[in-house]
C-alpha cells in the first residue's frame, strides 16, 4: 500500500477508536439517555449487545418507555420478559403475531406476568400468538389490574381467560375477541357481567350463536357488539 494512503488509513482507524473510546467514557445516565431517543425499538434491543455497560444503559432507557411493541424483532420467551421487567413503567405492551419474529408462548406470559409494570399495564396485545393458551393468559391478566384494553383476538382460549379477566381487569374498556372459537356464550356473560364499564367487544369470528347476544345487551345495554350480522327484531345494533 502507498505510504501516504497507510497513514490516511491509519488514520482513519485510529479516529474511529477514538470516538468508541469517547463513547465508552459518558456516564451510563447520560447514554441511557442518548438510548432513549431512538425510536425504532429494534435499534435499542441491538444496542443492548453492544457491551455490558451498554447493556445496563439500555435497561435504564427502557425505564423511561410508556409503550413497548416486538416489531421488527425475533423476540422469545426469555429476551422478551427481561426487557419487559427493565421497561418499569410501561402501559402498552404489544406482543402480538403481526410483530414479525415474535414467538410467545405460555412459559414466556408467565415470566412477562412476574414484571413489576404488569399492575399498571392499560394496554395489551396478544393478537394472533397461536403458542399461548389459557395457561399463560390467566398467569398474565391475573396481574393487569389496570387493564383497559385487550386485544387476544386469533388465540384458542377458552372462557377461563374470560373469566380471569372479568376477576381480575373491572377497568376494561374493549376487548377484541376476533376467531376465538373456543370461547362460549357463558364466558361473555361473566365478562360483561363483572367489567362493568365494558363499551365495546370484538366477535367476529366465533362460534357464539348470535341470538346470545342479546344477552349482553341485557346486562349493558350501552355495549357496542361488533362483527356480528344484524338480528332482526332483536335490536342488537352493529357497529
Excluded at 403458542?131 to 390467566?138: A, L, S
Amino acid at each position: 500500500m502507498d505510504p501516504d494512503k497507510q497513514r490516511q488509513h491509519d488514520g482513519d482507524g485510529g479516529g474511529a477508536a477514538a470516538a468508541e473510546a469517547d463513547i465508552e467514557r459518558l456516564p451510563v445516565d447520560l447514554l441511557a439517555h442518548i438510548l432513549s431517543l431512538l425510536s425504532p425499538f429494534c435499534d435499542l434491543s441491538m444496542a443492548g449487545g453492544v457491551s455490558r455497560r451498554w447493556r445496563w444503559a439500555v435497561e435504564r432507557a427502557l425505564a423511561s418507555r410508556r409503550r413497548l411493541s416486538f416489531a421488527g424483532q425475533r423476540t422469545g420467551n426469555d429476551t422478551a420478559a427481561r426487557l419487559i421487567r427493565a421497561a418499569v413503567n410501561l402501559r402498552d405492551l404489544d406482543i402480538s403475531r403481526s410483530c414479525w419474529g415474535c414467538h410467545i408462548t405460555d412459559e414466556g406470559l408467565i415470566k412477562i406476568s412476574s414484571a413489576d409494570c404488569v399492575a399498571n399495564l392499560t394496554s395489551i396485545s396478544l393478537w394472533g400468538l397461536a403458542g399461548i393458551t389459557d395457561k399463560g393468559v390467566v398467569h398474565l391478566v391475573s396481574r393487569a389490574y389496570s387493564l383497559q384494553h385487550l386485544n387476544i383476538g386469533g388465540t384458542f382460549i377458552t372462557d377461563e381467560s374470560l373469566c380471569a379477566v372479568a376477576n381480575s381487569c373491572t377497568n376494561l374498556k374493549s376487548i377484541i375477541l376476533w376467531s376465538c372459537r373456543h370461547v362460549t356464550e357463558a364466558g361473555l356473560v361473566a365478562l360483561v357481567n363483572k367489567c362493568r364499564r365494558l363499551e365495546c367487544i370484538n366477535v367476529g369470528g366465533m362460534r357464539v350463536p348470535p341470538e346470545s347476544f342479546v344477552g349482553l345487551l341485557s346486562i349493558s345495554p350501552a355495549l357496542q357488539i361488533r362483527s356480528i350480522p344484524r338480528i332482526l327484531n332483536a335490536g342488537v345494533q352493529v357497529s
